[in-house]
């Protein structure tokens, strides 16, 4: 019989002890030990937000596991505060610190994980110890103190914990400011899409300050823009982003990129292959090719299992990472995947866009909610490359669309996907399935303009004519469009032979009936692409004081 | 130029007005005809029982189009109260008779398409005059009028229709007994998945008489399997199946199969290549040769475009229907998609059979509630041959898993699919990942036993071994069953070596890892799948005066 092998995991949070748990089910002999710098392991994370607004009101609730529970369920030596100082890779072994004591002590490992995690960005701007951030249970705490006696909550940073905690410091009545240096909210989204989950902020009371940079913290308020402006604030919450935890893994000359991630292949190892590493600290094969980093819990919890899979002999690879997401914004879904518009653009890539606005379930079925759905298309190959969803069951249609990127369904093929349907959950043809029909008929050869594009248009000589009716005209209509209503359009198309024509309507779709009807009169028609609805959203999210709301 | 072609649509609704509406797109020129024998065009033959109950108040709202908003914005031909009565193939005309003049027209066209739809079985039973349906508009009145002075009613057949029906006829306040000859209700759903859903039912006041035939009908009563019982009853609701209105194509000598649906090719192409058919009166392919018939509203739509597309020159395929459904069930949803364990193993096939209770989303997050996911696999190749979902977001997760099936992902595929995550919207190991994970511990050699397995493996000499806690073996347990905890297993499982046994637990999660523990102590070792939870519900289903709940 072999003698038992030991493994190391540094960090137990997330993917380091989904990695623990895994070995053991794999190893009943083996020594598994886990250290941990903080107080907490096997915490929610991703449920810190919520407890700062006392939706999620159990404190205690957020801590999953504890090194008692997990000692006498997996027989796991868990050690938290303690910190893992230095690595022999030649020794294999790594030396302990226990960060209440000061003693130190060296374990030899057969396979060590690292599980660091990522820490919060800290920017180098005056004042920025008096900004506070969310990362542990700590950290909440101590922002939960100070909401205790703030009134004004300013967040940097509009990312998907800066937007969690805008609404949860104003569930506690705090007035909240969000400071966000891209022109929009939600990196993952393009901007016309963003514009919704920006409305939503603000009719309930988040001030957003998009385009803006914070660039100093004071004791009352914070700076903006190196000075424009300033802002009053007595609390400050800084979520610009993070940086890989990466120290230990530097000093132990393991491979890093040049953002410090640690660089590992499909299987989770790194350039030392008796050290394995996962989580937020860690390089994500992307899908595409996309360049953007992503930290998300579920990709820390399978690469944790997948690297326990591979030490104990079963290996596989781990699948390119979407990047699927989603948030809550005050009863409001917002969810995406794969690539933005914006960065394909910016690549110069042929791309196919499309923006629908159905309802989440039939219309006659009580409850129905708006849906405003995206979808990126390759537009040589077809392939689905990014989407994006905000509204009633917006996630639903991200995890479908996300499916079916993994199993290689064109865009096309979204029109035969057959999804679960009664008037209260779907419509016979779901708005997944008419992403496909639209993709279709694209292919098919009609044509479609953006919400961008339509000015250029005009400029080059395109006439513009909106098929909806005179009342939703008179309730806001682009400028230099003329009215024609879809049901009288067969009368005017003739005269309309030869002509450079683009249709629209509220959101595409009688659009594209218009487009079809006069298409076989010999126009030259495109249809705007999401109609009035898209369109209103990307202007008024880049002019807000020129479009009236 | 070519004159314009003549298409003739047999039926309004769904299917039809699919392929009336697309046809017009694809060709602004032809003359479209489309003769309804009722009414009503394109209502919302779904929504029906929701306005018997009031869910949808406003009756109007299930009318989406008329003949007069038809003809305007689709130039469409529409003739309500018209009846296709006979075909003439060869000299390519159908002969139209005005239901209300009695006049008849013999109209010539280049294509025909049949969308007659089914109708409701009436069996052959004394008294079944008495009994109301519910396929139109006309019969939804009819109820609603019979509900208005009636107090005790009884629907025949549990399937969704039936179900919804009962909830809505509860919702008027009557009382409701279902009578379903099949051991269960859905048949979609195996016996003890359909538990959880009669168990909803009868939470609610909906007396089932579960494998009971209806065999007559008098003015006051129904009488049960041939006059063992009778029940009080004022309404009568049949809904036990529909058959395929094919009369029309019989007549005319088009190709039927067994059922009398009407055979079609992949492009929805009759025996006749003119005639074209959809919908509910035309034989699916089906997924995996599954033999059951499907009617879906979706499938309908879909074919209708189908068959315009190909009418137009751009021939397409359908793809296999895998008859994906979803109803909610007062407030529970449930939702299939493919094969049921007990078609696959009446048919002798390998199937692997995996069952899961996790909460809907992170259990800390308020608002989580059940959710019971079946998964059905295929033994030698991993394909998913069907899943079944009851509770909190089970639409979405089948959804996502009739994608898969689409994508062709492999059941342990489902480990490696990246859904969105934050805490109000699922785990950060979504329940479709753990169907994955689970079905790769199954590859790789673990055992488990199911529910309907455990006696026979008891009599075989199998330990039961209950790893939860004593105040959960305290509520109920499964007979025979000694109980060790899983955090004292460890202590126990030398002085089991050799043995073989079955460790259960709540739904087979600390279950697994007992029996990973146990496995590697050399105990020949089976989880229980689904646990105690899944054992009790199969149980109690078939055997209900015996097991308490």
């Known amino acids: 019989m072999t003698s038992p092998r030991t493994f190391v995991i540094v960090g137990g949070v997330a993917g380091g002890m989904s990695a623990a748990t895994r070995l053991r089910r794999l190893d009943e002999r083996a020594r598994i030990i886990v250290l941990e710098r903080g107080e907490h392991v096997s915490f929610a994370n991703c449920g810190l937000p919520y407890h700062v607004g006392g939706v999620i009101a159990d404190r205690e609730s957020l801590i999953l596991q504890t090194p008692a529970s997990l000692g006498a369920r997996f027989a796991l030596d868990v050690r938290v505060r303690t910190e893992a100082v230095a690595i022999d890779r030649d020794a294999r072994t790594v030396l302990a610190r226990d960060l209440t004591t000061g003693a130190e002590q060296s374990i030899g490992y057969d396979a060590l994980i690292l599980s660091p995690g990522a820490a919060p960005v800290r920017p180098d701007i005056p004042g920025v110890d008096l900004g506070l951030v969310l990362r542990d249970i700590a950290d909440m705490d101590r922002i939960i103190a100070a909401a205790q006696h703030a009134r004004r909550a300013v967040i940097a940073g509009a990312g998907f914990i800066g937007l969690e905690l805008a609404e949860n410091l104003r569930h506690r009545g705090l007035d909240v400011a969000v400071v966000q ?19 939503r902020l603000r009719a309930n009371g988040v001030e957003l300050h998009l385009g803006t940079t914070l660039t100093g913290i004071a004791n009352d308020h914070v700076v903006l823009d190196g000075g424009a ?17 990466s120290g230990l893994a530097r000093h132990a000359g393991l491979e890093l990129d040049a953002s410090g991630s640690i660089v590992v292949d499909d299987e989770q190892r790194t350039s030392d292959p008796a050290i394995f590493a996962v989580g937020d600290a860690v390089v994500k094969h992307r899908f595409d090719g996309d360049p953007s980093p992503v930290w998300l819990a579920g990709l820390a919890n399978r690469h944790g299992r997948l690297a326990a899979d591979v030490i104990a002999g079963r290996p596989h690879a781990a699948v390119p990472a979407l990047g699927t997401a989603v948030i809550g914004v005050f009863g409001l879904t917002a969810a995406a995947v794969g690539r933005t518009e914006r960065e394909l653009r910016e690549e110069g890539r042929a791309i196919r866009v499309i923006h629908t606005h159905p309802t989440n379930h039939a219309g006659y079925y009580p409850g129905a909610e708006q849906l405003a759905l995206k979808l990126v298309v390759d537009a040589d190959t077809d392939a ?7 509204g ?22 979204l029109a035969d996907l057959e999804l679960a349907y009664a008037p209260q959950f779907g419509s016979a043809k779901d708005p997944v399935n008419m992403l496909g029909y639209v993709d279709d008929n ?3 050869g009609e044509l479609t303009v953006q919400w961008h594009e339509v000015a250029g248009k005009q400029a080059e000589g395109w006439r513009l004519i909106d098929v909806r009716t005179p009342g939703e005209n008179a309730l806001g209509a682009i400028p230099g469009s003329e009215l024609i209503t879809l049901d009288e359009l067969r009368d005017h198309a003739e005269r309309l032979r030869g002509e450079r024509v683009i249709v629209t309507c509220k959101v595409g779709q009688r659009g594209h009936t218009a487009a079809a009807l006069l298409r076989q009169y010999g126009v030259t028609v495109a249809n705007l692409d999401g109609g009035y609805t898209t369109w209103w959203a990307g202007t008024a999210a880049l002019a807000p004081t020129l479009v009236a709301a």
Chains 1, 2 share one sequence.
Do not use: N, Y
């Open 181 to 199: 240096s891209m022109p929009h909210v939600l990196r993952p989204f393009d901007v016309e899409m963003a514009h919704i989950v920006a409305q």
């Open 229 to 245: 402006a300033t802002l009053p604030a007595d609390l400050v919450v800084l979520s610009v982003g993070v940086r890989p935890e």
């Open 384 to 390: 689905i490359l990014g989407a994006q969803a905000i």
């Open 392 to 413: 009633g069951g917006a996630e639903k249609r991200i995890d479908v669309i996300a499916t079916a990127m993994a199993g290689g369904i064109p865009a096309r093929g």
């Open 442 to 444: 694209l292919i098919e």
